[in-house]
């Protein structure tokens, strides 16, 4: 104490030495209540961080779930791909007849050619004319006609 | 082989329609036409390139026959119906039930007196289907060693596909002909193999994405497989002769039947298809036409193209079985040539129809390798 003045040192320790407890009780308050919103901001955060770690663990699962979907179709592609693989033999293959096929195609559509039967109607008569009984008519009518002569012309 | 002279007399000329050039076949002299049977026998020559069955003198005699004009070119395909044609014509019964009106006309007036064109047809089925005498034989395939020509016609048919008439004799008994040791008998699972897959193939021909039923692959096998069988029953053309009989005789029975021609006017059985006239001419003479004839008579030209292509191999790699199943509105380019889509197409349909199996569903597939020959029962 150079000039008989207390330095801030002294007066703080003349100065505990003086405090009271309830002024002691205030400040143990006011400690608790910080801690206490420490604590309150560090559990705000774990939540927070919990969230994020869950968002995130969704997101990769996601992700994952994408994946084994693209390999499903990826593989069920492959295994069809496989499994038709054999029908690229099975899409038909014409041959060229060929000239000497043709012909024998030809040859056999004309060999088996008949007629179309589809309108068949009745036939045209070939022998219409009346029959005369045995010996009712002459030898010229018999040959000719009725009313014909020996050289077959028709008698006025 | 009538059908085709038809079209061979409206081609050169003097018939202007068919009508008019069936009218001529079925009141012609049954000469003639036994002639032109000789004539076409020697036109293909079933031994070629070894010289042809008949001699000088026949030549002689069939270039004095009235149908001498209508010969066909030669054909590496007989100009005659193939033995499936025959069968199934047979297999209506109108040999049996055509035998009754011949029978009923020629023993009493039941029917009413014959028209003359009805007298002539009467003459020629009599010569052409009962194997009346002739001044020729007209390679009926008959003789005093197999007289009766059903009969030889059901043994070719035993040998050809190892089936049966759908029916005994004409009072119903079983019938009694050679039954040859060897046989087709695999004939029909083959063959309706056969029509599945071309059925699959022809369900198919313009599908472009999705599964593809069709297996020309298959196709091929069977076809190649179908041939096999057919040839062996006919190495050095074994068989021919009786093939050229049996499509005469049915031949006659089905251009009787094809329009209302005098015979079927006479009997009353005027009507619109050969399968009712068949009906009602066996309701008139006590003999019931098989329930399916109309599909046998639908089929029967199809069927003998469908069968001739087989035999003849044409089939003969995977790239080619689409001749069986192509049309030309669906073949590839460059297939030109007339395919055979359309007639196999019409076999399907009515075989299906006819025998009442459903060949456009898959029964249990079969092996194209089976035994071609096997023995009798």
Not at chain 1, 54 to 60: D, P, R, T, Y
Not at chain 1, 102 to 128: H, K, Y
Not at chain 2, 26 to 45: G, K, T
Request: neutral net charge; charged residues 20%; proline residues 6%.
């Amino acid at each position: 104490m150079p000039n008989g003045k207390p330095t801030a040192a002294t007066a703080s320790a003349s100065g505990s030495k003086k405090r009271t407890p309830a002024s002691n009780n205030a400040s143990v308050a006011a400690l608790k209540k910080e801690l206490a919103q420490q604590k309150a901001e560090h559990r705000q955060e774990s939540v927070e961080s919990a969230r994020r770690i869950e968002k995130l663990e969704h997101l990769v699962l996601q992700l994952s779930d994408l994946k084994g979907f693209e390999n499903s179709v990826a593989h069920g592609i492959e295994l069809l791909t496989a499994q038709i693989a054999p029908l690229a033999d099975l899409t038909r293959k014409a041959a060229p007849l060929g000239k000497r096929l043709e012909a024998q195609l030809i040859d056999l559509n004309d060999a088996m050619e008949r007629p179309d039967w589809s309108a068949g109607g009745r036939l045209p008569v070939m022998s219409g004319a009346p029959v005369d009984f045995i010996g009712a008519v002459t030898a010229e009518e018999r040959i000719y006609g009725r009313g014909a002569n020996m050289i077959g012309s028709v008698t006025p | 082989m009538m059908q085709q002279l038809l079209e061979r007399m409206v081609a050169v000329g003097p018939a202007p329609t068919v009508q008019a050039a069936a009218a001529i076949v079925l009141a012609s002299d049954p000469l003639d036409v036994v002639l032109h049977m000789e004539q076409l026998w020697h036109v293909y020559n079933p031994w070629a390139p070894n010289p042809g069955p008949a001699g000088p003198a026949r030549q002689a005699l069939w270039a004095t026959g009235a149908f001498n004009a209508f010969a066909p070119v030669p054909s590496a395909y007989p100009p005659w119906d193939h033995f499936g044609y025959s069968y199934v014509l047979e297999n209506t019964r109108a040999v049996q039930i055509l035998r009754r009106v011949v029978r009923e006309y020629r023993s009493g007036e039941a029917f009413g007196i014959p028209s003359i064109d009805t007298q002539r047809w009467l003459d020629a089925t009599e010569v052409l289907l009962f194997g009346a005498a002739n001044p020729i034989g007209c390679w009926l395939s008959t003789s005093t060693a197999r007289p009766d020509p059903e009969a030889v016609r059901r043994n070719a048919y035993w040998r050809m596909f190892g089936l049966d008439l759908a029916f005994g004799s004409d009072d119903n008994r079983p019938p009694t002909y050679d039954k040859a040791k060897a046989a087709n008998s695999g004939f029909v699972k083959l063959f309706e193999e056969l029509l599945f897959e071309l059925w699959q193939a022809m369900s198919n021909v313009r599908n472009q994405i999705g599964p593809n039923q069709a297996d020309d692959d298959r196709i091929f096998r069977i076809a190649q497989q179908l041939a096999f069988m057919l040839r062996a029953r006919r190495q050095t053309n074994l068989l021919a002769r009786e093939e050229l009989a049996a499509a005469a005789a049915l031949g006659w029975a089905e251009l009787t039947l094809s329009a209302d021609t005098p015979v079927v006017v006479d009997i009353g059985a005027a009507a619109t298809s050969p399968g009712d006239r068949l009906r009602l001419i066996g309701e008139r003479v006590g003999l019931n036409a098989h329930s399916k004839a109309a599909s046998f008579f639908a089929m029967s030209a199809d069927l003998s193209r469908f069968l001739r292509s087989i035999e003849a191999g044409l089939v003969s790699s995977t790239g080619l079985a689409g001749i069986l199943y192509y049309t030309p509105s669906t073949a590839p380019t460059g297939w030109t040539a007339p395919l055979l889509g359309e007639v196999s197409r019409r076999v399907i349909t009515e075989w299906a129809a006819a025998t009442g199996r459903d060949l456009k569903a898959r029964g249990k597939p079969i092996e194209a390798m089976g035994r071609q020959v096997a023995r009798a029962q």
